[in-house]
């Protein structure tokens, strides 16, 4: 396959890519032609269709994959497509992980160990609710392996929600060793469910960007109504352990100003909220340092949400 | 009755008062006797059993209505009543309203003119839900009237969360005719309903504290949660309709910092958050003016909610 | 009249604009050229003068209306006139509704209610301090007819001033009714002057700018003088009620860090801030929402006023 | 003269006291008596009237001077005064300097340095509205001379407002010195009326209290009226300048939430601000550190303005 | 041994307590006495000598172990020693473990398990520096296995600095383990370094209290000095690296206002900062639960530091 | 010399600039060329040398000053020089303060009034510790005549250092003579050494940006470890005085917000912290006001650091 970065003007081509964003407009003179934006894990590139009804030209929507044969041209100093013909594409025809940017880690036996985890949760009630979602559900399964943890800033990849849940147990199930006074199955529980709303604020690949369930509502609410809707189905479970495992989903963020409608109250909701914080931010430098090589010591710039120039350490 | 206010050293009464701590502890020679406090609405007293095992001395519990015989003696510059006997009262042997704050409006008044504006909401999902709620569900209506709105703070008193409620729904009806970007039904529905989580959140009178739940999830997840559970029932809500009322209750507080998950994104949830906020202010006004004979214009010292020295205005 | 956003390339117009902004400029060649800003109340278009000396080309400055004779060509993109004759025009000879954003409401009808409000104030100080403004001070009449209530955000139109004080006015009549603990006379009052001070701190149309003694005194302190001034000739007005009407005005944007010297400490300065700040967010949610159509409910992207994503909702 | 810190239980005393707060009150018997706070400059001492009707009891009334006679006793660990006569003192039997805290510096020489830095301001129009009040105004004169600067905290003492004026105008002659970009002319006047608001928002001694209107207004909004009035008294006083001495005045707190309308926009305001915050924490330490030794290094404890531990350093 | 908590009025006792404060006054009558406060690990108790010149009555000052015989009375309330005898202890006639609060962990295993972390920096510098202080100074392993890394809060007992600072070392080693863009070497590093600065901001004890220093300098400046030092007694030692590792220590607070001069800037430093944040944090809600029975599911109150009230879960 | 500001299209030139930046890149054709800014006091401007390889063109560096012949051409509507040869200059060959902003005032005269304080300080400890710096290091001496006392904002220029440096002693003399409270040689000992740490946290000119050091601990912390550093060479230096002393450094920022690890806990700290701010405020407002010509009274635009529109005021 051809990437997009590696595109040069005067070269003819024939490839399949996302489209990730579609426009009529209207030339000059009036003529209507159709202006792209196409994509794949390397970037994107501005594309024109001129030749509106000709043959060859497929009917498509946003977010479809199409078969392009287009001449690589450019315009004030940016690469543009002329786009001769168009076919849509179908599932199968293409490997979405071209498009799309991919966790790099094996998102199967993530999994398998996150079930590893839920297996550890002793209180039948828990491991009850866990199973239901993670063991049970093949199309929650299916979702939760897919979905990012995020419009852009960290995780925001195909198997990041599933990646950074189980970064966040992981350090639930160390914390809850180091500390007695914490109860590991509330913990691990509440860690495992923190971001399920996740699945329902922002819209799957490769769109990937907030519903509108997802502006009004939140993952935090909608996730603690999800976890309350699936214990109301599980007889007998605890009323009192019900609500310290919502609550600990409410108190995640840690702070009212960060859209917790609770500060932790629980032990195990403040040690959640460490765990998904520490993960986050090591995540976020994680991803800005990606970008530069292992040794360079520069200064990479103020980082709005850390508050602070940044830069790496030697080893 | 003789209200506690009015008692006078060396008196000997036999009166029904409202257990409101009860606590057994020790004399310096080892001998134990109960501690209560008493109350009624115009306060509370100090009271001691010193002969526990006594004949004469029912069994009671906290918050128990009790009929006593006692002398009223002095401690250290306060009333102490030293209890010769008790009887615990059945409900029907004394007026709750003696022994609570009320609110001094009429609570059926006021619910018939809250029916009145659910009766007004044309959109018909939102119709049904509220009367699922407040029309057809005779527990629901009962517990309703009797709450309070707070604990302490505002409308802390019976019928104070019927009260709040009419009086948010009515600014509310007002702000929908005086604007008109608003939609009225869904408006008059999110008044009617912002804080219907306050009946788990609070216990109900005479303890009205906050419960394990409300402490946990607070009132703006409960009640949004109550209004998801109805939304289910009800065959076709339109689902952007029912996000948008749960929207406008988890937004009520305004802020994240006062405890709302979402700022206010819909102009609805704007105006409830006004309608709420101002009925809260001019309330708690009220509360502090009402011990201020009108016409007196002595400042009353900072109050920390309203962060200034207040006073009266003259007519 | 050939309105602005009508303007295309290739047209040959003559026209009379509002002269926005002049600047004399040097072509390369070192030749002086007129540069302009033309206005009318579609929007503005950017002209050139290349032939300064030339006849044909009157005198004229900045905040003038002119008439011009023109072609209308384009560079980089965006429409230029190219001027060949410019005769200024004088008062009379143009229409300024047709170059200034205006009110939707009728201006005289709002002040005939405006007026009403006044007649209804019982305290006969407080109703002669209205009076000497708003009844009998034609010149205060006409600016405040035609000023706007900002430069920028809400209300920053011909007439905003008067619809943005009669809207709050009305909200504290409400108030007023519904919160017997406030002092009418005094809320209406107070209500009517509040924004008294923006005739001074902004400029007229079309400038419709800070002045420099809005910027060193903010209309907040020119509005209580301008009252203050005002009640010193009114004989035997109360000392106590003068102090509570400027303290209104003081307070009325509620915080000390929106401006105001003081917090409300009134019961009536506590709900004019609220009737203010509450017509206020409501115009902005109008003008905001008056580029969507009604039924659209896409979000509207981060408002930094109301630090949220917006979006209207459907009825 | 004795004074109340001398008071030694069983003495018996004839001496003039300031009565600061007298309250009727019932003995258990339910006969009326007369509680009193009496005061001088060493502290105060609560004292009894039992025989209210008595002779030799005269009329009196809070903030009068009163010679009484009486028995040192003590209640609850501390001395109480059993008051058996009572005479009102006249203006001339008695020194205000022994019942009032004073400055310690010399009052008429401080004021004669102001006046010398009135008479140093050379612009005609500022020197005349600075005659106008300090120079021409006898009145106003002793007032200001007597005045404090504060209820509690900083220069909360007779001669205090003249104080902190003094040294804040000498702090702003000094910057006009060494910053050649602030006009020292407005930068003195504006520090000489910086504070006159005071003479309004405090009662006079012995009260010193917040009056109705300093509550409502503030000392800035006043301060700023005070001046503005008086230009208005003055022929041809340019409306600019009149405008940047009114803003140094409003925005001399330097914040909005320290209750300026606007921050400081002109160099002089941001100047003042600074030798007005300067002088009133070096004041505040003088005062805290008055009271320890030289040469202690005790640490005195967190203090709420500063926000931090403090204590003194050695020479 | 006789412990405070247990002592009963009536009781005579000879037992040796720690002499926590010591203030000579006067009774009533002129006679000089001294106020005691008496410490040992369950509680203090108020104790007077009357009969200060007595013979039996050594010499000694506060925070020195004194032998007494006493009665024990009671005063308004509260159990009081009146004291008749003293005897000055010297080193080795009691045991501080009943006088001081202790960490209920092995003090000599936790330092070897903390060595253990240092022989596993390869890093031949920062091996070096952490060898120089904690395998090579007896004095100052002595002090630190001591030492308490609060005066109040979290850890205020002997040995608390080391508990903590293994336990954040602890957590220090499983991030590096997980997150593999941290430098374990510098990450374990700063961990064991990062309070030691509290050797010289605290007292040792029975005092423990801020000392001078700890006052002007705190232990964040006070810790890097002592790094900053010792590195440069280290040949070669890199200066890049001395730089980040001070850098670790100034940022370990993790927000300029809780006192880091910088925020973290580097990976490593944000790192530490949750690894100090969690364990203070996990060990304060230890603290408070404590008190608590395993179990008991009640609020325990509003808590200042975390914001919220709080309880216990069950298992 | 030809000032960039000068330049005219068409031009060729032959003169020596600041090479400030230089990036190789790339032609279209793949042909490599370098991209340089060059700089002198007047500005930047873009320059090209093509022909990379060519005879003619001398091995240079970033931070080279250069001598160019180069044609003056534009691209993009900025100018841009085509540089036909280059030869890099030894000192000697061109004056540095053509090329940078420097302080208008005499550095030597500055230098000895700095000197002249230094002599001025009676405590043998603090007058030896500043002579150590100031009187015995020549290096240092050159050092910090030359160097900035910022990056951007305020003084960044040659001498900025120490311009401030003494306009900040100038104002603790001040202070110290106004408010006895204050410790006169500490005072002036701290506002000599406050910004020391600069001369590590920037580089020198013409580079004068952070350090790797700067960024990590800070000129603060940098500055207090110098003055530790030379306080331990200074034989009974009191323990308790260098304390004092290095707290004023670390509290000189006067908040935790703005980087002070410490608030003023001595009188001579918040002093300073005043002195400091002062400075760096008139400073910034002069530098400001620069472009503006006296009796201009434009408004220059909100100011970020300043939080406020501001403009000169006339004379």
């Known amino acids: 396959m051809k990437f997009i ?45 001129w030749d509106v009804g000709s043959q060859g030209i497929d009917e498509f929507d946003e977010l479809d994959y199409i078969m392009i044969v287009a001449d690589v041209t450019s315009f004030q100093g940016a690469l543009q497509l002329n786009v001769k013909r168009v076919r849509k594409m179908s599932e199968g025809e293409y490997d979405p992980k071209d498009y799309l940017p991919v966790s790099d880690k094996d998102i199967d036996q993530m999994y398998a160990e996150l079930q590893q ?20 559900d093949a199309d929650f399964e299916k979702r939760f392996k897919f979905h990012s943890a995020a419009k852009s800033v960290h995780h925001g990849f195909v198997g990041g929600l599933l990646e950074h849940t189980l970064s966040v147990t992981r350090n639930c199930a160390y914390f809850a060793e180091s500390y007695p006074i914490l109860n590991r199955d509330l913990l691990i529980t509440a860690a495992i469910c923190h971001d399920i709303g996740k699945l329902e604020e922002l819209s799957t690949f490769p769109q990937n960007d907030y519903t509108d369930e997802g502006q009004l509502l939140g993952h935090i609410m909608i996730g603690a109504e999800m976890v309350s809707d699936v214990i109301k189905e599980i007889d007998g479970f605890p009323v009192t352990l019900g609500n310290e495992l919502k609550h600990c989903i409410l108190a995640h ?34 991803e800005i340092f990606s970008s530069v090589p292992e040794g360079n010591l520069q200064w990479l710039g103020f980082n709005r949400l850390l508050e602070t120039n940044l830069r790496r350490t030697g080893r």
């Open 5 to 49: 970065e590696t595109l040069r003007e005067g070269e003819k081509i024939q490839e399949v890519y996302l489209c990730r964003r579609k426009m009529t407009a209207l030339t000059k003179a009036g003529k209507p032609y159709e202006s792209l934006m196409l994509q794949d894990k390397t970037g994107t590139v501005d594309a024109k269709i």
């Open 117 to 136: 985890y839920i297996k550890s949760v002793a209180n039948p009630y828990l491991n009850r609710l866990l199973s239901k979602f993670f063991m049970e």
């Open 253 to 286: 963020h840690g702070e009212l100003e960060f859209g917790s409608p609770k500060k932790p109250a629980l032990a195990e909701a403040l040690a959640l909220s460490f765990a998904d914080n520490l993960d986050a931010k090591m995540e976020t430098l994680k």
